[in-house]
């Protein structure tokens, strides 16, 4: 039975009168909609439009001038030959019961022998082997290796001594931060400061004049690493998390806006000027500044995404009493043609890494005989103690691969012999003693690829050339660059418009 009139024409007036309605509302919302949209990216490239112009400037700059970091070369010259005393005095961290250490080192610093030990447990500490004393090295000693260090680069200039820290602009991020540096000047024409360990005695942290000029334009507006700030790590990594979030929200409503207003015909754009500059440039490079800023979001790990879990893979200890006997065959054997003695601990085995004058270096068993590690040996002992997978062997590298090679702060050191842990992990060991020199874990190797390898633009080895890096990286960071600096001018102009229209 059909229904009645009434109730079919009042269906189909319902039905119309929504239909008429949303016609008039939709477009309404939507241009609300769009004019949020332009709003929001207006004003959130108004606030934050210098500072994506100091990222992309300074990014620019550390294609060539990274943060300040010693001369390794001058860094070696910092040791003199070894001269122990004729009896090793008494050591009581060696001889109390249970002590265990994960490593030692020995070396002259100025002209004290120097233990440096590394306990299982709690901090790093100095002992003089002369008169047993533990503690930190004296600025008057710590100054032999600055002096030593400055020679071996051109300046013949005394050092002065200009007092300890711990959380100078220099050394904010610096290994063994916790125990200080005695710093030190030099009245040379570069203004050179030295920066030396109280615990080891190394010239850590060298800069100039020039080294520091480049990193206030550099690396440190790159990184916001003011000191003042650098020195509250959670705040500071909280600053850069949410200044990202918001250049990483301002790029994503600029590639919306730019594509909402792309025509199909030339010039492709509705705007004139810088405006058109900025429409365009955004839609060109768009993507790589998306991508740029928001692979400098995730290098601070938010959320603890790519936390990495390999600081310690396969721990070694070695207890007090060893040392204590190595010590004891050293002062009787007197190497005087030695100038460190780096002790290594393998396979529950402990061997020597001794450097020469001549910067040649040598392992030595714990008896004090040469002896060679073999790929073969150091393979075996590892899959004894299931450091290494059992389908994992050893392969000898001699350059650079994917993830072992050279950055602006840090070097690395060849041959190296690279194998896999049962949990994926990548194993990088010194070819000559077996120690582990990096290693990355599944974290680590996805944030190569995903993060750092798109943020540096060093994805390949021909990436990381310096022609690659003038004709490809350089071209492409100024595209970038020049979205921001066209923002920021039409960002002035429409402020300084504002101002004016109130007067």
């Known amino acids: 039975m ?11 007036a319902t039905h119309v009168s929504a239909c008429l309605y949303l016609s008039v509302l939709m477009p309404r919302l939507t241009k609300l909609a769009l004019r949020t949209l332009y709003l929001t990216h207006r004003w959130a490239g108004i606030c ?39 009896t090793l005095p008494d050591i009581p961290s060696l001889s109390a019961p249970n002590a265990q250490f994960r490593g030692f080192r020995l070396a002259s610093i100025g002209d004290e022998p120097v233990l440096t030990l590394y306990p299982a447990k709690g901090s790093s500490f100095a002992v003089d082997l002369r008169t047993g004393h533990t503690g ?17 680069t051109g300046t013949y200039q005394e050092p002065v001594f200009d007092g300890t820290t711990t959380d100078d602009q220099w050394v904010l991020d610096t290994h063994g931060r916790q125990d200080g540096f005695h710093r030190y000047r030099f009245e040379d024409i570069s203004r050179t400061y030295l920066y030396v ?3 080891t005695g190394d010239v850590v942290q060298a800069t100039t004049t020039a080294s520091r000029r480049w990193a206030w334009v550099g690396a440190i507006p790159h990184w916001l690493y003011p000191a003042l700030l650098r020195r509250h790590p ?55 500044a998306l991508s740029w800023i928001t692979t400098g979001l995730l290098t601070m790990n938010p959320a603890g995404l790519f936390e990495s879990e ?32 780096q002790g290594v601990v393998l396979a529950d085995k402990v061997s020597l890494r001794v450097e020469k004058r001549d910067g040649h270096s040598e392992r030595l068993t714990a008896q004090l005989q040469p002896e060679r590690l073999t790929p073969d040996m150091l393979e075996k002992s590892l899959h004894q103690r299931h450091v290494l997978s059992p389908q994992s062997h050893l392969s000898l590298i001699t ?90 001018i039409i960002a002035a102009k429409r402020l300084k418009w504002k101002m004016d229209k109130k007067t």
């Open 2 to 12: 059909l229904p009645p009139l009434s109730v079919c024409f009042s269906w189909v």
């Open 136 to 152: 930190t090295i004296t600025p008057e000693d710590a100054s032999v290796s600055a002096r030593r260090y400055a020679q071996a």
């Open 197 to 199: 360990s109280r615990l």
């Open 234 to 288: 959670a705040l500071w990594q909280q600053v850069v998390i949410v200044f990202s979030g918001i250049g990483v929200f301002l790029t994503i409503t600029g590639l919306l806006v730019g594509v909402l207003r792309l025509r199909r015909k030339w010039p492709f754009s509705y705007y004139r000027r810088w405006h058109l500059v900025h429409h365009l440039g955004g839609t060109v490079f768009g993507l790589l």
């Open 399 to 488: 350059r650079p691969d994917a993830y072992y090679f050279n950055h602006a702060t840090r070097i690395r050191t060849f041959p190296v012999l690279k194998g896999t842990a049962p949990d994926g992990t990548l194993l990088y060991l010194n070819a000559q003693t077996g120690e582990l020199v990096a290693a990355f874990d599944t974290p680590a190797q996805q944030s190569r690829w995903i993060v750092y390898g798109l943020h540096d633009l060093d994805l390949w080895e021909w990436l990381r050339k310096p022609v690659a890096r003038w004709t490809i990286v350089f071209p492409l960071l100024c595209g970038v660059l020049l979205i921001y600096l066209s923002g920021v």
């Open 310 to 341: 390999q600081a310690l893979l396969y721990p070694q200890r070695v207890n007090g009493r060893t040392i204590q006997t190595l010590l004891q065959k050293l002062i009787t054997t007197h190497p005087s043609a030695w100038t460190q003695v």
């Open 48 to 86: 934050m439009g210098l500072l994506m112009v100091s990222w992309c400037a300074s990014g620019i700059v550390m294609l060539w001038h990274g943060w300040p970091q010693p001369d390794e070369k001058a860094q070696q010259a910092v040791y003199a030959p070894l001269h122990l005393p004729d």
